[in-house]
């Protein structure tokens, strides 16, 4: 079969990309999504990480850092334990954007993390088969 690339031109894909699901409870797609990349990242999965992050997957961090997909799979933070809440989500089309907050233990770039809950957006996009993360940022955590 052929698809059309972003540029309009076509590519054999071997199958046809299926339409985004319509979700009803944007945030009941969202919750098990979240689960799944901070438990990719507890377990240290790279190649797991690889296959649920988009190709065009781009990361923000509290001070002001940034990376893309290569250089985030190359120095990923270490999670020893989560809790996910307050999931708000939305979606448009092949676009699922999520609001929440993550109480989290373990290591980032080798210094130990335990702050209390912070402030996240992810946004997934639909690949024509499956959810993946394209964009993730963290926000400093609440006080008061």
């Not at 933070?77 to 089309?93: C, E, H, L, M, Y």
Request: hydrophobic share 40%.
């Amino acid at each position: 079969m052929l698809g059309t690339t972003a540029f309009g031109s076509t590519r054999s894909t071997g199958t046809s990309p299926s339409p985004p699901p319509r979700l009803a409870d944007p945030a009941a797609t969202a919750k098990p999504l979240l689960v799944r990349f901070f438990t990719l990242l507890q377990r240290r999965d790279t190649a797991g990480l690889d296959r649920f992050l988009s190709p065009a997957f781009q990361v923000e961090r509290p001070d002001g850092t940034g990376s893309s997909k290569a250089a985030y799979l190359a120095d990923y933070p270490a999670v020893g334990s989560f809790d996910i809440s307050r999931v708000s989500a939305t979606q448009a089309d092949s676009v699922l954007v999520v609001r929440y907050l993550v109480t989290a233990e373990g290591l980032v770039r080798g210094k130990p993390y335990n702050p209390g809950p912070a402030p996240r957006l992810s946004a997934f996009s639909w690949n024509g088969s499956r959810w993946q993360l394209a964009a993730h940022a963290n926000f400093n955590p609440l006080t008061g």
